[in-house]
């Protein structure tokens, strides 16, 4: 059962958008459960909870600096691609006027 609080943080929220994080997680066929494992595995107690890899994944707040870094690593591990660039995660085009908002 929804409370009056819960609706009203849900309607907040807006619509989740499609980031080149999730594009990628979908290209390679790499589940978020094996991404979060994955930086557990490296990172133990201090890697980011279900919930914050899911707010990068749906675009509802951007990784730090650090977590774009273990985003990356954790994304070359599982798709066995060194190749992988950070701008292929993450977009950091300052012509974009999403990334101004």
């Known amino acids: 059962m929804l409370t009056r609080r ?10 989740a958008k499609e980031t080149r994080l999730q ?3 979908d290209a390679r066929h790499i589940s978020s459960f094996r991404l979060e494992e994955k930086l ?3 990172l133990g107690d201090k890697a980011p909870d279900p919930k914050q890899v899911g707010r990068w ?3 509802r707040t951007e990784p730090r600096r650090k ?6 690593w ?3 591990e ?3 691609d060194e190749t992988i ?8 085009d300052p012509d974009n006027p999403a990334n101004w908002e």
């Open 23 to 25: 594009k990628l997680l």
């Open 6 to 15: 819960g609706a009203a943080s849900r309607a907040r929220r807006g619509p």
């Open 40 to 42: 557990r595995e490296r």
């Open 74 to 76: 954790a994304i070359r």
């Open 57 to 59: 994944r749906m675009g």
């Open 85 to 92: 660039r950070i701008e292929d995660v993450i977009d950091f």
């Open 78 to 80: 599982l798709a066995r």
């Open 67 to 72: 977590s774009c870094v273990h985003l990356l």
